[in-house]
């Protein structure tokens, strides 16, 4: 065992004393995501030749293994202190944008994207259409729909981090993306996040009476929990849930950050997830001290999930949350819902977006899309129903 750990240790550092000089340290930027496919391939080529020195799951396969290595390289970058500061938050942001960036695919020239700046009352949102080749108006038109939260913790994330990945969505989907930018924190308070999303469906709603028939929702990590917080608002409130909701290693509330277990996920850590929520509730509060009401304005109900749509989960093996997920499933089962766990054997924390490094990831981005067609298809048929319904005498 410790011969294979010496073998191990010795395979990486030829690999990156050969390869380090010539990727520099801006191996992770912007545009830079073919350098990561350099780096991606080395460790995956030796995984193959040297199966046995990788310490990971022996169930993964050579590439999610390389990825799983390639994002431990740079895991102390994607880190916050108790003390922020401004620029602790911007640097933060700036490496974890470089980070995503550089795994999500190239942007192709046949992506359209356009800035939207949407009203409700007083207040402005900015949201982003994205479809391959030509963008419908989801407004006066049949158009399938993708009404994507992002990630990030609530503190990053942003059309520029996001839009290649939306844009691989809507090509092979075929469908329309709604990318909401929505307010972030420490700027804005987390209220003021959710605000954002629930305006967002009132207004699609206020647009057409009928959309939740050709809308599927989307998230990944905290955008995941801003979605369960919403279809909790929207049953609440007795509107029309989405025909079905993809939910890629969601955040099941705040309160599971203090029942996670040990992980070697390298893509998010103990520290950076209670640091996160504390900046998210504030530096001088007390998570322990608050109250039920306060909670309920931030955090989605942890047994509330009577009337959800059809939900597709995923979640890596290998993430903190995992345990959390899986007992809100459990729970989501009990209260009825349908739903799809899909676990991405020792992999990390919203493994299903990374379809260019991992065959898992490309395995299940594929029966999500089976899924989506299935759950628009009763959509579409339940439309025609009520419209036959009405006009029939």
Partial sequence: MLSNWLLYIFATIIAILFFKPYVDEELLALTGYHRVAIFHRIYSLRNKLLPFLHPGSITMDPDSKALDELISLYHPKLDLSENLTKNDIEEFRYHSKRILTALFPAKSSSC?????????????????????????DWKYSNQSI??????????????????????????????????????LIPEYSLEETIEDVINIYKILLDADSNIHRRLIGMGDSSGGMLWIYLLQWIISNN?????????????????????????????????????????????????????DEQLSKISPKGNSYKGFPPLYITAGTNEISIDEIRDM?????????????????????????????????????????????????IGMQSKSNVNRLTTNP
């Avoid at 996670?260 to 504030?282: A, E, P």
């Avoid at 209260?335 to 766990?341: D, K």
């Fill in 146 to 183: 993708i009404l994507y939260f992002h990630g990030g913790g609530f503190v990053f994330g942003d059309i520029d981090t996001y839009s290649c990945f939306e844009c691989h969505l809507s090509k092979s989907l075929n469908m329309l993306i709604l990318h909401v930018d929505f307010r």
């Fill in 112 to 136: 359209l994207i356009q800035h939207h700046i949407l009203q409700y009352n007083t207040n402005q949102i900015h949201m982003y259409y994205i479809q391959h080749e030509k963008i419908n």
């Fill in 239 to 291: 509107k029309p849930i989405p025909q079905g909701v993809i939910l890629h290693s969601p955040w099941p509330n705040l309160e599971y950050f203090d029942n996670v277990r040990f992980s070697t996920d390298n893509y998010l850590s103990f520290r950076l997830v209670y640091n996160l929520r504390q900046l998210i509730i504030g530096k001088d509060a007390d998570w322990f001290e608050m109250t």
């Fill in 329 to 377: 499933t459990k729970k989501m089962k009990l209260s009825g819902v349908e739903i799809t766990l899909d676990e991405g054997e020792g992999l990390m924390h919203t493994y299903a977006l990374f379809h260019m490094w991992s065959p898992q990831s490309r395995c299940v981005q594929e029966k999500i899309h089976q899924w989506i067609r299935k759950q628009l298809l």
